[in-house]
């Protein structure tokens, strides 16, 4: 069964650096999704991106943050300049349709920022 | 803005019934999801309920009553396995169906 795939699983960054986050979504779905969520507090919403651009964004999605579709397959989530509150588990989620219900999460990214 | 509660924690039976509740204030509605979170994975999902009514699922069961803004999650027969996070998440009416989530019920089932 397809299965969304997320690189690296663990990230160790210092402050200021950039990160890549990357997902290979399932490729029949045309929906996609970055979640993250602080150890020990809920799934938030991040960002929303269909047929090439973004649909919606959340307050946390400032312009630190990009996402790209780049070749069809991979998406990814780019931070310019980490902050230790930028540490948490990214998950990226798909979802094959808009009148479909399911979205389906990938294992996630830990994030650390020290 | 979009707010969503349920309890933190709760502890349950293997074999026994439990009921996870959920209530909602959002600025839109288009669909109420349950998903199962096992400490350090990725959210499952487990049930989708848009209209009033109870949805069963084997055995698990999502109720949903709209004008309420309630919502419950039903699990039977306990398992062990059934310990995990559940995370009610509704789902806003605009365009791209972003998910907007509760904190999540730590269930924890003992023998």
């Known amino acids: 069964e397809p299965e969304v795939t997320q690189t690296p699983s663990h990230q160790v960054t210092q402050m200021g650096q950039e990160v890549i986050l990357r997902c290979v979504p399932i490729?029949?779905?045309?929906?996609f999704y970055w979640y993250r969520q602080i150890l020990g507090q809920k799934v938030e919403f991040l960002v929303s991106?269909?047929?090439?651009?973004?649909?919606?964004k959340s307050e946390i999605f400032d312009d630190q943050f990009s996402v790209e579709r780049p070749d069809g397959s991979n998406f990814t989530l780019k931070i310019r300049s980490t902050k230790l509150e930028d540490s948490a588990m990214y998950f990226c989620a798909g979802q094959r349709q808009r009148t479909t219900y399911e979205q389906y999460f990938g294992p996630g990214t830990r994030l650390t920022v020290t | 803005g979009q707010n969503i509660d349920q309890p933190t924690e709760m502890t349950a039976t293997e074999g026994a019934i439990v009921q996870i509740n959920c209530t909602y204030q959002t600025s839109g509605f288009n669909g109420l999801f349950w998903y199962q979170q096992h400490a350090g994975e990725a959210p499952t999902f487990l049930s989708y309920?848009?209209?009033?009514g109870l949805e069963e699922k084997g055995r698990f069961s999502s109720f949903l009553s709209r004008s309420k803004g309630y919502s419950y999650l039903l699990l039977k027969e306990l398992q062990m396995k059934d310990s995990a996070s559940y995370l009610c998440a509704v789902r806003d009416q605009t365009g791209a169906n972003n998910l907007f989530f509760g904190t999540g019920t730590r269930l924890t089932v003992i023998p």
């Open positions: 490729s029949n779905h045309l929906y």
């Open positions: 991106f269909y047929n090439n651009e973004i649909s919606e």
């Open positions: 309920n848009v209209l009033d």
